[in-house]
């Protein structure tokens, strides 16, 4: 063979390899429940149909404390936050009261809660719920149950609640990832 051939051969194989790795899905792990604790584990016969990240506001309220008077805390009054898939593009939202998860396609749920677990200081603890039957038809149709895992920040305010500033309200960021899934 000559040079020639050579170089011709070796430019073929070069564009070859480098069609192949263009053409090649990077595959993201699948999402694992392993290291939650088993409180808000989603039961077997479930499989994650859409994972996001949401990242919003809480609001809190300054109120009586129930059941003892002349005391006040701050009590949560609903979330504010936008739905992101992984690679960071807007997907839906999550709002309250009462607490909703929406597509973008109009299909939205609430639901009721299972059980929740700590997630460290600072943070809302981890959280399961049981979905209710999704109004409208699209991505939350048919969901299950969702978990809140991941979590950063999002617990009441450290100022002070007290009788004289009753009924104001304190906004709290935070971030969590919301796992959506289904029946199998």
Request: hydrophobic share 40%; proline share 7%.
């Amino acid at each position: 063979m000559s040079i020639k051939h050579l170089s011709v051969l070796s430019a073929v194989a070069a564009a070859a390899l480098l069609s192949a790795c263009g053409s090649m899905t990077v595959m993201t792990p699948m999402y694992s429940q392993d290291s939650l604790p088993d409180a808000v584990k989603v039961p077997a016969g479930n499989k994650v149909a859409m994972e996001t990240v949401g990242v919003g506001e809480i609001t809190y309220e300054c109120r009586d404390k129930a059941n003892a008077p002349g005391m006040t805390e701050w009590v949560f009054v609903g979330p504010n936050a936008v739905l992101n898939d992984r690679s960071g593009r807007q997907v839906g939202k999550y709002y309250g009261p009462p607490a909703t998860w929406e597509s973008m396609d109009g299909s939205k749920l609430t639901a009721t809660q299972l059980a929740v677990a700590p997630s460290g200081a600072g943070n809302l603890p981890y959280q399961l719920v049981k979905a209710n039957p999704a109004m409208g038809a699209g991505a939350m149709t048919g969901v299950t149950h969702i978990q809140r895992v991941a979590l950063k920040g999002g617990v009441a305010p450290a100022s002070m609640c007290s009788p004289a500033n009753k009924g104001s309200k304190e906004i709290v960021k935070y971030q969590a990832d919301y796992i959506f899934w289904k029946a199998m």
